[in-house]
């Protein structure tokens, strides 16, 4: 008897991986810099991360009972997305500010335009610019690890002027384990990059974006970030503010970057290019948030003139 074929609709290749199981991952994979964040900033770091989690979880519980949507609260996307706009808020902000984020990032920014893959921005940080832009006192007041005494981060020390605030710089090896003054999440280089392997190594994200953003950045800081062309301090850069966190966590959401190698490229060399640009001739010290969300924006039309030609499709009819 012969062997009959199935025919279906594509995709025609598919994998056992799942919303579930990705996202999964990227739990696994924050926990070194959770860890991190808890140990610096103590009680405040943990209440802010809890209350945060807790709020995107109920809002998408809820919105899904009052849209008459199938429940998605197991697929742990929430989750992932209450705590990526945890790691991006300073350890001293009120907890009703973070409530009010975790509420915004899944009703406004994700549900309303479908739930999860139809955002064209980035839960988290569209909600870390809303909270900045009307609550900025209380997003921009940063306190030192361990003993809470205000003070800046290490890119508004720099901002301030080069040899001026020499005596005063983070060291490298605070930057490396994470005490310094910063958001929650993006202190501790060493646990991003801990936890960006593991990712890496589950083939959850590709290094195509990660590469170009902070290659870009590092070229464009070493080249215009110092006192003279070709004297800046790349290695600073890299370390300091949320430019690991950017790179790896959420400049390769899914939902909101393009998906072809070409398009990929395009889009971390960009965010590099607006965070550089940003960080030294802006009037804010940091630019990885914006610089994604701007990118976030442009990559349907990124998508759009990076997409392989399809096969036959290029043929001229008479």
């Given at each position: 008897m012969e062997k009959g074929f199935?025919?279906?609709s594509s995709p025609h290749i598919r994998s056992g991986a799942s919303t579930q199981g990705i996202m999964k991952d990227v739990l696994i994979a924050l926990?070194?810099?959770?860890?991190?964040?808890?140990y610096f900033f103590r009680l405040k770091a943990l209440l802010v991360v809890l209350v945060t989690v807790a709020a995107s979880i109920g809002a998408e519980y809820i919105s899904n009972?009052?849209?008459?949507?199938?429940?998605?609260?197991?697929?742990?996307?929430a989750a992932v997305t209450g705590l990526?706009?945890?790691?991006?808020?300073p350890p001293s902000i009120p907890l009703w500010i973070a409530v009010t984020g975790g509420v915004f990032a899944i009703i406004i920014v994700k549900q309303l335009f479908g739930g999860l893959g139809q955002n064209f921005m980035n839960p988290a940080l569209a909600?870390?610019?809303?909270l900045l832009a009307s609550w900025p006192v209380q997003m921009t007041l940063w306190t030192s690890p361990v003993d809470g005494v205000t003070t800046a981060t290490?890119?508004?020390?720099?901002?301030k002027g080069g040899e001026a605030v020499a005596g005063v710089l983070p060291s490298y090896m605070s930057l490396f384990s994470g005490n310094v003054a910063g958001s929650i999440g993006e202190t501790s280089a060493i646990a991003l990059a801990l936890g960006a392997a593991y990712l890496l190594f589950r083939r959850v994200i590709i290094p195509?974006?990660?590469l170009g953003f902070i290659a870009t950045v590092a070229?464009?800081?070493w080249t215009l970030g110092g006192e003279s062309l070709f004297s800046g301090d790349v290695l600073y850069h890299i370390l300091s503010g949320g430019l690991m966190l950017g790179a790896f966590f959420m400049a390769t959401d899914y939902a909101t970057t393009p998906s072809t190698v070409k398009g990929m490229l395009i889009f971390g060399i960009g965010c590099g290019l607006l965070t550089s640009i940003i960080r030294l001739y802006g009037g804010y010290p940091e630019g990885v948030s914006y610089s994604i969300l701007l990118m976030n924006v442009a990559a349907p039309l990124i998508e759009r003139y990076t997409r392989p030609k399809v096969f036959g499709g290029d043929i001229a009819h008479a």
């Amino acid at each position: 008897m012969e062997k009959g074929f199935l025919i279906s609709s594509s995709p025609h290749i598919r994998s056992g991986a799942s919303t579930q199981g990705i996202m999964k991952d990227v739990l696994i994979a924050l926990i070194p810099a959770l860890t991190a964040g808890i140990y610096f900033f103590r009680l405040k770091a943990l209440l802010v991360v809890l209350v945060t989690v807790a709020a995107s979880i109920g809002a998408e519980y809820i919105s899904n009972i009052l849209m008459k949507k199938r429940q998605t609260v197991g697929d742990y996307s929430a989750a992932v997305t209450g705590l990526l706009l945890a790691f991006n808020l300073p350890p001293s902000i009120p907890l009703w500010i973070a409530v009010t984020g975790g509420v915004f990032a899944i009703i406004i920014v994700k549900q309303l335009f479908g739930g999860l893959g139809q955002n064209f921005m980035n839960p988290a940080l569209a909600a870390r610019a809303f909270l900045l832009a009307s609550w900025p006192v209380q997003m921009t007041l940063w306190t030192s690890p361990v003993d809470g005494v205000t003070t800046a981060t290490p890119l508004a020390l720099i901002k301030k002027g080069g040899e001026a605030v020499a005596g005063v710089l983070p060291s490298y090896m605070s930057l490396f384990s994470g005490n310094v003054a910063g958001s929650i999440g993006e202190t501790s280089a060493i646990a991003l990059a801990l936890g960006a392997a593991y990712l890496l190594f589950r083939r959850v994200i590709i290094p195509l974006i990660p590469l170009g953003f902070i290659a870009t950045v590092a070229l464009m800081t070493w080249t215009l970030g110092g006192e003279s062309l070709f004297s800046g301090d790349v290695l600073y850069h890299i370390l300091s503010g949320g430019l690991m966190l950017g790179a790896f966590f959420m400049a390769t959401d899914y939902a909101t970057t393009p998906s072809t190698v070409k398009g990929m490229l395009i889009f971390g060399i960009g965010c590099g290019l607006l965070t550089s640009i940003i960080r030294l001739y802006g009037g804010y010290p940091e630019g990885v948030s914006y610089s994604i969300l701007l990118m976030n924006v442009a990559a349907p039309l990124i998508e759009r003139y990076t997409r392989p030609k399809v096969f036959g499709g290029d043929i001229a009819h008479a």
